[in-house]
């Protein structure tokens, strides 16, 4: 039997090529690297979208919708140990000054179908100076929802605030009404891509 010894070109060359392309891109992203721009120039759209503010890194996403509802999620994580946030139920202006309230709301193409509600338990602190307790959440990250609503296709807001306090570091100082903005479509709200 003989067996040719000629060479043809190799199909393995694109596949390489692009399976370097997406290495590329993976390890451009675990660094911190932006994704690509699609061919119009913009941003791919994404539904989820983070912000530092203040000594809180705030992870707001969309999930479950479906028939032009679903939920806002947001996660606030003071960056240092110790901290903690105030309750969704604390008023806007505080105790006796003191605080300010975990609080997410919405405008334009998206209402509210629903309370903000969070998932961690509230305890109530001491604060010198203060006669009444004060509602906060045990110290670290503190994921809350908003059920939601889509009237119409077009442009929301989500408006976003806290305070977050250590009972030995005192606090930083409050975001009030942070604005996070969305496109809401047919499928669904995306944020920009930053």
Same mark, same amino acid.
């Given at each position: 039997?003989?067996v040719?010894?000629h ?13 370097l392309?997406f290495v590329?891109? #993976?390890?451009? #992203? ?11 120039g913009?941003a791919?759209?994404?539904?989820t979208?983070?912000f !530092? ?17 679903g !939920?806002?999620?947001?996660? =606030? ?5 110790? =901290?903690?946030?105030?309750? !969704?139920?604390?008023?806007?202006t ?8 975990t #609080?997410?709301?919405?405008?334009g193409a ?7 509600? #969070?998932?961690?338990?509230v305890?109530?602190i ?11 959440y045990?110290?670290g ?9 889509a009237?119409t296709?077009?442009?929301a807001?989500?408006l976003l ?18 604005p996070v903005?969305?496109h ?6 995306? =944020?920009d891509?930053?």
């Open positions: 039997m003989n040719s010894t060479t043809r070109p190799s199909r393995k060359a694109p596949v390489a090529a692009a399976l392309t590329s891109l #993976a390890a451009l #992203a675990a660094c911190g690297g932006q994704p690509a721009k699609d061919a119009g913009s791919p759209a994404t539904r979208t983070r !530092t503010e203040n000594g809180v890194t705030v992870t707001l996403s969309v999930s479950d919708w479906q028939a032009s509802q !939920t806002l999620t947001a996660v =606030f994580t003071p960056e240092a140990k110790g =901290f903690h946030l105030y309750s !969704t139920d604390l008023p806007p505080g105790i006796e000054g003191v605080g300010r309230p #609080a997410m709301a919405v405008n998206l209402k509210a179908r629903g309370r903000l509600t #969070a998932g961690a338990d305890r109530s001491s604060v010198p100076g203060v006669d009444a307790p004060v509602p906060v045990p110290d990250p503190v994921t809350t929802t908003l059920p939601v609503r009237d296709d077009g442009d807001t989500v605030g806290y305070a977050s306090c250590s009972t030995q570091d005192g606090c930083t100082i409050p975001v009030s009404d942070h903005h969305l809401v479509t047919d499928d669904g709200p995306t =944020f891509a930053a």
